[in-house]
């Protein structure tokens, strides 16, 4: 039986932080690293390692996770002073988790092969959000060399419901582009359909009542419409991520033009402006008829 790897969390932001108790959860050695080391002070009670630097958190791991927030601050994480790349073991596994698109990805892919060309470099984004992440329900989109990277097999299964291999590094990066451009257009088409059901009179449990049990019935429309009407948009996805993830899409998909989510990032940008960046993506309903 294969010893279970000791694993270093970058990043406790929501989807950080989940993974990084699921795996206590799941009884693997865990390091923890956020740039505000409070974040992680649940975590460090229920078992984990609380780290200084992410060299002090990446230096006796297995396997590293990086859950942060773009390309730039990935790469200062992992590459700048007291970075985790030149802390890690030989023959390491580095799973990259955020989305940062497909420029900043395959960057860091050569970045850190030029750096430590010893390091296995798994690019693998989830499809999911912070419930389903709490959950271990997100799935992994992953890529890279599994073979080599067999010890970020036991990670997987701790903080997701699967992991679908697409190919070399960087392929996951570019299918959660497309996963993500969506989800974005599923949330923005659903925030006008209920405001068009408000407006002819119906509620959001009458437009449910109506899906319910047909192929359109997904169970991401049924949590936000209960979040349209409870008027409660806690994040399980903040607005300005989404709004991020929808230029990166439109950044890939180029010389290839896609209106729709063109106009999407333009409402979403007033919403933000708004200042509802930090609400939950479904706070575009509220935008749309305050």
Known sequence: MMKQPTVAVL???AMGHAFAANLLKRG???RVWNRTQSRGA???????????????AAREADVVLTMLPDGPTTRTVLLGSEGALAAMKPKAVLAQMGTLGVEATEALIAAVGQSRED???????????KAPAENAQVLVLASGDRQ???AVEPVF????KGARWLGPAGAGSRMKLVVNAWLIAMMEGLAESAQLA???????DDLWGVLEGGPLAAPYVKGKLDMIKQDN???QMALVWGLKDARLALKAADPRHLPGLQRISEIWQQAVDAGHGDSDISVVYRYLHP
């Open 198 to 204: 408000a407006a002819l009179g119906f509620s959001p």
């Open 233 to 235: 948009y806690d994040p």
């Open 28 to 30: 693997l050695a865990t």
């Open 148 to 150: 080599a990277a067999a």
């Open 11 to 13: 990043g406790l932001g």
């Open 42 to 56: 649940d975590l460090a009670d229920l078992g984990a390692t609380l780290c200084a630097t992410p060299a002090d």
């Open 157 to 160: 299964a701790a903080i997701a």
């Open 119 to 129: 390091i296995v470099f798994i690019d693998a984004p989830v499809s999911g959000t």
